[in-house]
T-cell receptor, first 109, second 117 residues
């Protein structure tokens, strides 16, 4: 089966750094996606990790540890527009995404 | 590139009506499309995997006779919510895999907000 765990909500201040963790247990693992979703909108792609380590893309970075079943999304220099839900989705090579509950991030001025 | 168009964006209709939602890949071919449902403040729940030219694969607990999926071409999948009731009111989102790519990236449509009165 699949088990994906993320914090439900997080709050941070504009300009700060926030780390959103995701732990997973899946039957088979291929890679892990992070998506951002604003309320009422479709998810937008942020990152995809296959190998262990940190992938940096501008203000957003994503880390993966395959052996620990663990990933995090790091957001730097937070902006108000970063207030959204962040969805972790490990994949198992079947092309299906099973999303975690998502983490609702509130960025305060 | 990799644009997925979902139509309609909003539907409001009476209980008992059947509603069809279309998902089109505009600039790529997709043998596999996915249908998700999302309730307020919850994550996306995969309903079914739509396969071109064959029957859809439904996730556990999703009624296949209630949610009819047709994937008749490499660029179009449709989801029909039959005899919709208020509890079917939700945000429905489709996504598609690019046939030409080996990775698992999915491209999402903008979603359809369904309200059943």
């Amino acid at each position: 089966g699949q088990n994906i765990d993320q914090p439900t909500e997080m709050t941070a201040t504009e300009g700060a750094i926030v780390q959103i963790n995701c732990t997973y247990q899946t039957s088979g693992f291929n890679g892990l996606f992070w998506y951002q979703q604003h309320a009422g909108e479709a998810p937008t792609f942020l990152s995809y990790n296959v190998l262990d380590g940190l992938e940096e893309k501008g203000r957003f970075s994503s880390f993966l540890s395959r052996s620990k079943g663990y990933s995090y999304l790091l957001l730097k220099e937070l902006q108000m527009k970063d207030s959204a839900s962040y969805l972790c989705a490990p994949t198992s090579g079947t092309y299906k995404y099973i999303f975690g509950t998502g983490t609702r991030l509130k960025v305060l001025a | 590139g990799a644009v997925v168009s979902q139509h309609p964006s909003w539907v409001i209709c009476k209980s008992g009506t059947s509603v069809k939602i279309e998902c089109r890949s505009l600039d790529f071919q997709a043998t596999t499309m996915f249908w998700y449902r999302q309730f307020p403040k919850q994550s996306l729940m995969l309903m079914a995997t739509s396969n071109e030219g064959s029957k859809a694969t439904y996730e556990q607990g999703v009624e296949k006779d209630k949610f009819l999926i047709n994937h008749a071409s490499l660029t179009l999948s449709t989801l029909t919510v039959t005899s919709a009731h208020p509890e079917d009111s939700s945000f429905y989102i489709c996504s598609a895999r690019d046939l030409a790519r080996q990775d698992e990236a999915q491209h999402f449509g903008d979603g359809t907000r369904l309200s059943i009165l």
